[in-house]
């Protein structure tokens, strides 16, 4: 089976975290580094983003010893967006203590020639408008999904519809589910989102696992049960990464694949908490995954 290849457009970082298991400066950080390390499991991943010429060549070389091809990443004159964020407690929401946009806020993401045929495409959490405009740089995609946030829901709403209509699959957790549909309940806030377009929603609900609408019916899967969480940064986009991985890897995008794309999302998601930064994912064995998916299909299995 040939691995479909995945283009990546989001934030590269360098992230300052504060857990109740210690305190990590000058890490890697951004959604299309998470991404792009949980997905370079299962498929080849394109990066596409901005640094600064602070970027640490150390960070370079993290990224291309995973494989990860980093001809769309560009480094410009200035400093590297950079986050700093704090969790008072295991299970705790971030609290962010200081976010520099820096490069990044003049971001326009340049596709390189060689990779406007990617079929597959995942769009980090930037502006709706630059997520559009990636779309139009691509050579009609077999697959594309993205994610987004309370920001852009909140202050870009029509943007943010224009992209969503262009979707075959929005991930998105269950707040900003009932902030873009205007319901509370997350059943009526899926059938709202679903009629914007994409043709596959996926919810995602922290400890409580995820579900995946789709035009066939519903499948839930739960999160996989961890004894402690080090470092929840990223767990999301390592969910998004594991589950485009595995649809990349499987070259398949119907209910059944997206079934099995949903366990791998979650187990690289548990993976990503238990370490500071990429630590849990950047060494990872694919023996170790597939140990973990096969558990937590023991525990959804009749």
Same mark, same amino acid.
């Given at each position: ?9 989001? /934030? ?5 975290? *504060?857990?109740? $298991? ?5 890490? !890697?950080? =951004?959604?299309?580094?998470?991404? /792009?390390? /949980? ?7 394109? !990066? ?16 291309? #010893? ?7 990443? %560009?480094?410009?004159? =200035? ?25 990044? *806020?003049?971001?326009?993401?340049? @596709? ?24 139009? #740089? ?23 519809? $224009?992209?969503?209509?262009? !979707? ?14 205007? %319901? ?27 579900? @995946? ?35 990349? %890897?499987?070259?398949?995008? =119907? ?9 791998? =999302? ?10 500071? $930064?990429?630590?849990?994912? @950047?060494?990872? %064995?694919? $023996? ?7 558990? !937590? ?6």
């Amino acid at each position: 089976m040939s691995q479909l290849p995945i283009l990546v457009v989001g /934030s590269v970082a360098i992230d300052d975290v *504060e857990t109740p $298991s210690g305190h990590r400066p000058e890490s !890697l950080g =951004g959604s299309a580094n998470y991404f /792009s390390v /949980s997905a370079s499991m299962f498929a080849p991943v394109r !990066l596409v983003g901005v640094v600064g010429d602070d970027f640490p060549e150390s960070h370079v070389d993290a990224l291309a #010893q995973r494989g990860i091809d980093l001809d769309g990443l %560009e480094r410009v004159d =200035g400093k590297t967006f950079r986050w700093k964020g704090r969790y008072a407690s295991e299970g705790a929401d971030a609290e962010t203590l200081d976010t520099q946009l820096n490069v990044f *806020e003049t971001f326009q993401p340049k @596709i390189p020639e060689q990779h406007k045929d990617t079929p597959i495409v995942f769009l980090g959490n930037i502006h709706p408008m630059l997520q559009v405009d990636v779309l139009d #740089q691509i050579d009609a995609p077999r697959f594309s999904a993205a994610d987004t946030m309370n920001f852009w829901i909140q202050g870009e709403r029509e943007a943010l519809k $224009s992209m969503i209509r262009r !979707l075959d699959m929005l991930i998105i957790n269950e707040t900003e589910a009932s902030l873009l549909a205007e %319901e509370g309940n997350i059943y009526d806030a899926a059938d709202v989102i679903r009629g914007m377009g994409p043709r596959v929603l996926v919810i995602k609900r922290g400890a409580y696992g995820a579900i @995946i609408f789709h035009p066939e019916g519903l499948f839930t899967v739960p999160a996989y049960p961890l004894r402690k969480v080090v470092d929840p940064t990223g767990a999301g986009d390592s969910f998004a990464a594991g589950f485009m991985g595995s649809l990349a %890897e499987q070259g398949a995008f =119907g209910f059944a694949a997206l079934k099995r794309a949903a366990i791998y =999302g979650t187990v690289m998601a548990s993976f990503a908490c238990e370490g500071f $930064s990429m630590d849990g994912v @950047i060494s990872l %064995e694919r $023996s170790k995954v597939e140990a973990r998916a096969d558990q !937590l299909r023991q525990m959804i299995a009749l």
